[in-house]
């Protein structure tokens, strides 16, 4: 059986051709990862979930609890505990709180009434 010399050639660079693509492709998201995980980047992302999390709440006043709660990348979301004044006039100003829940791939916040989560104590527990 003879081999075509052409059709050999054509099929390294073919070949060649396909790696390189995917060695370009796989620096590409390597940079694109190492830019979304710059200090920068983290600090943007921070402001966009605070920001977002204390409008999206509805409390006048509204200020986040504690530090932002990021959950892996799998599951997409980040949360943010929120306190402030209820706006309405039949809540004599009261105090209350929100979860947030900021999803990262579609930038949104989404709230719902937590105030039957308390912070933790300072005390150190003995046991």
Not at 101 to 127: D, G, H, I, M, V
Request: net charge positive.
């Amino acid at each position: 059986m003879k081999i075509n010399p052409k059709a050999t050639l054509l099929t390294k660079v073919v070949l060649s051709k396909r790696v390189l693509a995917i060695a370009l492709g796989g620096l590409v998201l390597a940079a694109t990862a190492a830019e979304a995980s710059s200090p920068d980047a983290w600090a943007k992302h921070e402001k966009e979930v605070i920001s977002s999390c204390l409008k999206t709440s509805g409390l006048r006043n509204a200020q986040p609890v504690g530090k932002i709660v990021n959950f892996a990348d799998d599951v997409g979301y980040d949360a943010l505990l929120v306190r402030g004044n209820y706006p309405q006039a039949q809540m004599n100003n009261q105090v209350g709180q929100s979860l947030c829940l900021f999803n990262r791939k579609t930038r949104k916040a989404y709230t719902s009434e937590a105030n039957q989560l308390k912070q933790p104590s300072t005390q150190s527990s003995q046991r």
